[in-house]
Every structure is written in C-alpha cells, then in structure tokens.
C-alpha cells in the first residue's frame, strides 16, 4: 500500500515501540508509588518530559514551561478548552466567550459546539480563501469577557499554518484597548505543526499547545499539552501530571513519544525539504491532470505559508470518496480530509466551506498527505493513478 | 523487589504488549480511515472490542451492551460522572444530584468535588466499620433529582466488596417510591473488581462500569467502559467510540487489553484461589506480629465479601509512609493506599476515615496487594520484614 495519509497517522517506528513496551515491562512501578520501583519510574517519565521539553524550544535555556503528558492531542485540546469552565464556576454570572478559528479539528470545533448547551459563546472566525485566518479578524473577535482563543498551528485538511504569533499579538493588543488587565489565554491544537515544521510556544507567545505522538510515528493514546503557566482543570482525579491530567501515567508512550519527537525535531530541516520537494512534484502533477484543483486556489509549491506535508486536491465531478475508496483498491492511501470527522459528519466539508470554496468542488475533494517514508515514485503512482481514475469516473 | 502493590500497578505481560506493539507497527492504519489500512485497523478493534465484552459476561449469548475503550480507567469514570452534565445543559434550572459512595477512588471523588462548585450536590454515603456500603443507606440518599448513582465494585484500600445487585434494586425501589418513571443511572467505577472476581455488569443491573487494562498485567494509557445504554457524554471531538470518547483510537492498547482479560478471566477461578491461600497467609501472619492489627477490623481469611487481593492492616504508632519507606529499602513494595492520592492528599486517609477507623490507627496503615505472580515465600519475607522493622521503630 502506498501509504498518502500521513495527517491522519503514521506508520509507527517500529524500534521505538518495542523499546517501550520493554520498558514498561522492566520499570513497571507506578510513577506516583513512592517505594522504589515507583520512583524508579517516576524517574524515566520526568527524563522524557525533560526531553519532549526540549523538543519544543530552540534552546535549552528556553526550556521553561510545563509538559503535561495526556492520552492524545484530543485530551490535550479538551483540557484547554474545559478549563474555561473552571473560571465560570468561580464566578457563576459572569458571561463566558471563547473565540476559535471556523476550521479547527473535531476535537475542539464538536466541544464548542457543545459547551454552546451550557451557555458558552464560541465566535468562529473564517480565514480568508486562503485558508489563513487574519490576527485582524481574530482581534475583532475578542470581547472583555472572552477567556480563550483557540487557532490551530497547522490546518489538517490545507497545511494552512496559522500566523499564531501575529494573532497573539493582535488579541493582547485588542485585549488592552477593551481596557482589560490581562489579555485571553491563546491555546494552539499543534498536533500538524511539532515536529513537522518549526514550532516554539513560548516565541509564538502562547499559553497553550497540543501535540500528538501518533502523528510522528509514536504509539497512539499518547499526546502532550505545553503550558506557559499552570491552569485549572476541569476533569480532574488522583493528582497526577502536575493535577492536570488524571489517570496512572503510560510511562511506556511518555517514553517512546519524547524518542520519535527528538528524531523528528533533529531531522526537522532535511525532512521538510523533503516534503517541499514531493509538494512540489504532487502540485505540478495536479495540474497536469486535466480538471483537478489544488485547493486553496492558488496554492504554489514552495509557498511557505503551508505545511507541505499536507495538500487537498478537487477532482471536480467526483465524490472525494468514491475517488478515495478507488485509490484504496488501487493500493493508494488517502483520505477526504479529517479521519476524525469520517465518524461524525462524513458529508460535511466544513474546512473548505469556512473558506468558501463552493459545495461542488468540496464535494470533490481529497487529502494528500505525506511524511518521511514518503518516496517521488510514491508520488507518481498516486497521479498517475489518480488520473486514470479520474478519467475513467468523471461524469 | 518483593512486589506487594499489584492494586496500584500490575507487572505487565511482556509478551503481550510485545505483541500489541507488533500490531501497532503493522496494522498503522486510523481506524476511522476509509482506505484499506483503516479498515483492516478497524477490524482488529472491533474484535479486541468483542472478545472484550464477552470476558464480561458468563455466557456468549449475554454479550451485550456496549464496550467503548477509553485511555484508562479514570476517564472512563470521568466519561460516567460528565454524562450528567448533559443533562443538566437540556434543563438548566433543574437542580442536579448524584448519590456517591464516601470510599471512592480519587478518580470520582475529586470530580464530585469539583462539580459541586458547578453547582451539582453529591450525596456521600459512608460504609459500615465493615467498609461496605449498605443499599438501605444507599437508597435513603436517592432524590427526585438524582441522576447518578455512583459506587465502586471492590474498595481499592480495603478490598471491601460493594454490594452492587442489591444497591441496583435498592436504588430502583426508592426511585419508585419517590414516583420517579426510571430510576437513576448506577455507575460502578470496577478497576479493581474486573478479571480478579467474577464480574457481571448485566446481571448485576448496571448502567456502566469502569475498566483499566493496567491493573490487569495490560499496558498503561487503556481502559474500558461498559456501558447498558448508550450516554450522552460531555467530553466530544472526532466521533470516534461511538462517539462517547474522543480521539484517534489506541489499537494496540484495546488488543493488549482484550488479551490481558481473556487472560485474567480464564484463570479467575484458580488465580483466586491462589489469592486466597495467599490471603489466609498474610491475615494469619499480620495476627502474629505483636500490636499490628487487619483493618476493617474482625476481617478473617475466606471472608468473601472481600477481595482476596487486597487487605489493609495498621501498625499503631509508626506512620504507613514510614513503613512502607522501610520497606522498600529493603526490597519490598508496599503502599499507604491508592498511589494516585499520593499526588493530591498525602496525609488524608478519606477511606479509612470514613469508615471509622480512629486516626493514630489510620495513619499507621498500609496496604499489601497480591497478584498471581506473587509466591507464599514473598509474603513470609513480607511479614517477617514487617515485623523486624515494626519492633525497631514502634515508640
């Protein structure tokens, strides 16, 4: 199977893995246990936070804030979120807004929708046909009462990376002209971005990141949150990860995930070009297809705004799952954007909608996404593959 | 190490999670994928998930009901206590209350606690000296209002046996008299009861349950909820889990974790056996060390309103951090109680306080916990450990 769906998971290390589960084998003892075999392990797990820390930060010296391990990118991005309650239950009256970009994952955008039950505001800000969101139109969001702003780092359906450091300037700034003492928390779901392209919560300014193991070859039901400062959560428990995450530390998946992060960060630079080169090749034999849109329009190889990891493509005419589903019997793996939401609203194309791309051109979309095992020739038996297809089914 | 903290932790099965580390390396894709990889993923899930369920129940046709997997445990319970949030969001004025026992894992009692400031009442109900909980003291708790019912299967200090049938019936009987159409929903947080003792959610009556893979030789990060009906959960993203847990889901986890159950439940008879012989040796030895007394008090050997597994016993006027510190310097791992309290209240024995064990008797406890690696010759060394180390440094 030529695998071309890199953002929804990835092939897993298979070293790395083993390594851990021989670990968890060997230093069984629970981490928050205070006899040996417990400290024995507590010792391993701060080791890897130590080094997942690292991982995040051009420096050692800049090694501040705090990792918190969790049991994906999912929980990570519901921790920020839900700690916004916390702030309601301490001042019950008072309203509650949190601002978030119109494409953000499943795991923040369903949450909303749902905290709305519970009289939560979410303004959604659309990014323009670009797929980027403006720091403006985030500004413009921002009420004296919102508590949070939440933009992905890194879009899983267009590689559109976010301006996050612009947006949290602009809402501090717009924070401080509503005469507010402190501005909102900005948290990042960053689990496109860590490891894939250059990405430093602290420069960037913010309060708030989440990254996922799976998405760079670690075990899956493994994530981390980076935190500027401590925050209150609202699941709570035993007390572990610093009271922010409950649950007996997976000390196995805090080990193998800071391993497949600092193999990820040290081959950052020679991967990402890479994956410029591949983009540049899946681009330019788009549009030797006849019909078939790279989505955003216009999007260039080379052009630095995007991840190139990740590119969607219409093949206008044909359902993006028939043309999935035919690739799959081919041997090629791709998707029509989020496996998240293949569960939940297989139809809806909201990402592409929230950028105004027209229904019969979403409806023909698919995800091509690649990563480090990813070669040319995989690449070209995708287009060629592709076309054939295209010209067989396309009305 | 002389492992005697098996409620904590359990030394996993190498093999098996070498095996499931296989899989995770060979079957990568999402399960929520429509490409082949995601299917094929998805197919093992579904099987992890059905051998699963029928180590849940005692004949293949009972099967029912339904299996989510979670990332341990204490989201699973999380998942339970949450649910009732939802509710609350549908009606908002109606006041909310939930019945809890007083002797529940931090994992619900700290969430309770949490929850009152959102304004929702939880009810403790304490145990008996026994450490159980009557269904009358139960059911005298329950409220027009109530929405949950929540009590642990087997008390994770004490070993105590919840009666859960009878609370069941006892819960629906005051429920009817209160005019109520359904009763409230009884929630059984079963980390410690699942493949140790015979385990029945259906035939108990409940309406959910909590599982953790971790304490049954299985990997840390899975756990498991067993649900009667379908809820509406609080925490949503991606859909995945039917659903009620968010985020891509941990294959590998739920198939080392279906194989650690049918494991532990093909065994359960003579493992349990073998925790009883070992239990008869630790309370007969514990009787003979000189001012050490077996909490609850009056607990005998082959009392089957206890887990054979777990048994608490104090050593007056030597603090059980103390003890257990000494211990574990010399190759035995003891603990003071659930490891995860470690983290939030070091000092606070809620469990044992709550059944009115007087303090100087509470703070002197520990607790040992067997497993079916552990050997009669490990509980000797155990015992005449104690007892050396007691007589040195009892005031």
Redesign the interface.
């Known amino acids: 199977?030529i695998?071309l769906?890199w953002a929804?998971?990835?092939?897993?290390?298979?070293a790395i893995?083993?390594e851990?589960?021989?670990l968890?084998?060997a230093c069984?003892?629970?981490p928050?246990?205070?006899?040996?075999?417990?400290t024995e392990a507590r010792a391993k797990l701060e080791e890897a936070r130590s080094r997942l820390a690292l991982c995040l930060h051009a420096t050692k010296e800049a090694a501040r804030g705090c990792i918190v391990f969790t049991?994906?990118?999912?929980?990570a991005?519901?921790i920020a979120l839900?700690a916004t309650?916390?702030k309601?239950?301490?001042a019950?009256a008072a309203p509650l807004h949190i601002v978030a970009s119109a494409i953000e994952?499943?795991?923040?955008h369903?949450?909303l929708r749902?905290l709305a039950?519970?009289?939560v505001e979410t303004s959604f800000v659309r990014p323009g046909a670009n797929g980027l969101v403006t720091p403006e139109a985030v500004a413009a969001a921002i009420r004296k009462e919102t508590a949070l702003v939440t933009v992905m780092a890194v879009n899983n359906e267009t590689g559109a990376i976010q301006p996050l450091g612009d947006i949290v300037r602009a809402v501090a700034c717009a924070a401080r002209e509503l005469g507010r003492a402190t501005p909102p928390r900005v948290h990042a779901d960053a689990v496109q971005a860590f490891g894939k392209i250059p990405f430093d919560p602290l420069k960037l300014g913010l309060s708030s990141a989440a990254f996922?193991a799976?998405k760079l070859r670690g075990?899956?039901?493994?994530g981390a949150m980076w935190l500027a400062a401590t925050l209150e959560p609202?699941?709570?428990?035993?007390?572990?990860e610093g009271?922010i995450r409950?649950?007996?530390?997976?000390?196995?998946?805090a080990w193998a995930f800071s391993n497949v992060a600092e193999q990820a960060v040290t081959s950052l630079a020679s991967e990402l070009q890479h994956a410029r080169e591949l983009e540049a090749r899946l681009i330019a034999g788009m549009e030797a297809i006849p019909g078939a849109i790279v989505l955003p329009f216009g999007r260039k190889a080379g052009d630095t705004r995007y991840s190139p990891y990740i590119l969607s493509a219409s093949f206008p005419g044909l359902a993006g799952?028939v043309l999935?589903?035919a690739?799959?019997?081919e041997?090629?793996?791709?998707?029509?954007g989020?496996?998240?939401?293949?569960?939940?609203?297989a139809k809806e194309r909201r990402v592409l909608a929230a950028m105004g791309v027209p229904p019969e051109l979403s409806f023909g979309a698919i995800r091509i996404s690649t990563g480090t095992l990813t070669l040319p020739a995989d690449v070209d038996r995708f287009l060629e593959t592709a076309a054939r297809v295209y010209t067989r089914l396309k009305p």
Chains 1, 2 share one sequence.
């Open positions: 199977m695998y769906d929804s998971t990835s092939p897993p290390d298979r893995l083993l851990a589960a021989e968890a084998a069984y003892g629970n928050s246990s205070t006899h040996r075999l417990g049991s994906g990118g999912s929980e991005n519901a839900l309650l916390r309601r239950s301490h019950r994952h499943a795991a923040i369903e949450q749902l039950g519970l009289g996922s799976h075990p899956r039901g493994t609202f699941v709570v428990g035993g007390g572990q009271g409950p649950g007996t530390e997976n000390l196995a998946g799952e999935a589903r690739l799959s019997d041997g090629i793996a791709v998707s029509t989020s496996a998240c939401a293949s569960n939940a609203h």
